[in-house]
Nanobody, 114 residues
């Protein structure tokens, strides 16, 4: 069983920055991909960014050039640096970790005011 703890959400003005963190803990496991998804009210959950165990990354077109995903394998932690935030980035952001199973974090609210 893997436990995910997210932090770093909050309220920020348009143009501002936030950094999300997600730390994985639990029994012995090998993490493959780590990623961030988001869900705004009335919308489906969508991929924001993903990073493989080898460091390859993929981003949603809407965040390319503004968001950066990274990971610290020694600490089983994934980060999402969000710059130039826009009101349309407002959503609950979820961390997802893949081992032989898929685990989701509890979600952290990001609100961007105009």
């Amino acid at each position: 069983q893997v436990r995910l703890v997210e932090s770093g959400g909050g309220l920020v003005q348009a143009g501002g920055s936030l950094r999300l963190s997600c730390a994985a803990s639990g029994s012995s496991f090998s993490i493959n991909a780590m990623g961030w998804y988001r869900q705004a009210p009335g919308n489906e959950r969508e991929l924001v960014a993903i990073i493989t165990s080898r460091g390859s990354t993929n981003y949603a077109d809407s965040v390319k050039g503004r968001f950066t995903i990274s990971r610290d394998n020694a600490k089983n932690t994934v980060f999402l640096q969000m710059n130039s935030l826009k009101p349309e980035d407002t959503a609950v952001y979820y961390c997802r970790v893949t081992t032989s199973w898929i685990y989701w974090g509890q979600g952290t609210q990001v609100t961007v005011s105009s």
